[in-house]
């Protein structure tokens, strides 16, 4: 694991040996909780997954049924409900305060011969009424009473992924900089080669009129290939189309995409359906009107353009 990676989980109070050992099955809750939160504010992968779902639910884009100023209210907290549900596998409202509770700040009791919850803590010292909280659990089992945060199981991969690409840079950086090597070839010098730098350059300085330059030409490693593989595989354990969830068309075709697009759809109404459920839930009878998918929409422009440019051709023949 690069030292960069290291570094930046000692000081947000990761031991990087417990994130080697981090698995679904040996960790608890709390654990995947507290890495969720953190690696959304630190990973630049884990922050584009959650970020690029929220923009394909797109609920500041949908119509809610209500006066004007309802409509900026329901978007913002159906926002901060559904990144809530992506971080920790749950999503806790408050109706006696009206407030969006933190799910790590939040203890349930559960009775171990009935498995229902008896009693429930905040901050692990306040006592507040269970009935009082509208949830939504994402459980790994039917008896489950908290939610499991959904993409746990992707940090592992994607702490290789940023490690790798840590090393490739850094790779990089020092052959690009590494202007010149002493060959030598004749009898050595009583000094030795001295390494030196100077203007964010390496170079090598000796005092043996018989050694000679050579002048290296960095190649850098084509680790493309490794590093998409690796982002496949984290797409599809986050349920969408590496293609969709890294807005990466570049080697897809105009039926791949469109196929990609309609595979994110039904994952993407899902987390719609969900939201219409909990609205009603906190809110009472709400109606929502979803937009399409944007991108969709843009791929049919794009073959009806085809199409209506090829229709020219014809006619100009």
């Given amino acids: 694991m690069a030292d960069q990676v290291l ?3 000692r000081r947000q109070g990761i ?4 994130l080697e050992s981090f ?3 040996q960790s608890t809750r709390s654990d995947k909780v507290l890495f969720c939160r953190r690696f959304y504010k630190d990973s630049m992968v884990f922050k584009t997954i959650i970020n690029r779902i929220l923009d394909l639910v797109n609920v500041y884009g949908a119509t809610y049924s209500g006066s004007e100023e309802n409509q900026d209210r329901y978007a913002e907290f159906f926002y901060d409900i559904l990144r809530e549900y992506l971080l920790t596998g749950e999503c806790l409202y408050y109706k006696p305060t009206d407030q969006i509770l933190e799910s790590e700040r939040v203890e349930f009791e559960v009775d171990e011969d009935t498995g229902e919850v008896v009693r429930v803590l905040y901050d692990s010292e306040f006592e507040i009424d269970y009935d009082g909280i509208i949830g939504i659990y994402d459980g790994l089992r039917p008896s489950s009473v908290r939610g499991e945060p959904p993409f746990a199981i992707t940090l592992p991969w994607i702490v290789q992924a940023s490690s790798l690409m840590f090393s490739q840079i850094r790779a990089a950086e020092i052959g690009s900089r590494l202007l010149a090597r002493i060959v030598t070839s004749g009898a050595l010098n009583t000094e030795d080669p001295e390494l030196q730098l100077g203007d964010d350059v390496y ?7 018989q050694d000679s330059v050579d002048y290296p030409k960095y190649t850098p490693a084509d680790f493309t290939g490794q590093m998409k593989a690796l982002f496949r595989q984290i797409a599809s354990a986050c349920g969408f189309p590496y293609e969709v969830l890294f807005s990466d068309f570049t080697e897809a075709n105009f039926s791949q995409s469109k196929a990609a697009f309609i595979s994110a759809r039904h994952e993407i109404n899902r987390y719609r359906r969900m939201i219409e459920r909990y609205a009603n839930s906190v809110f009472g009878d709400v109606s929502i009107e979803w937009p399409e998918v944007e991108a969709l929409d843009l791929l049919d422009q794009a073959k009806a353009a085809s199409l209506l440019g090829r229709m020219d051709l014809v006619e100009s023949m």
């Fill in 7 to 9: 570094t930046l989980l």
């Fill in 203 to 209: 170079m090598l300085r000796t005092n043996n009129p």
């Fill in 15 to 18: 031991r990087p040996e417990q």
């Fill in 23 to 25: 698995n679904m099955q």
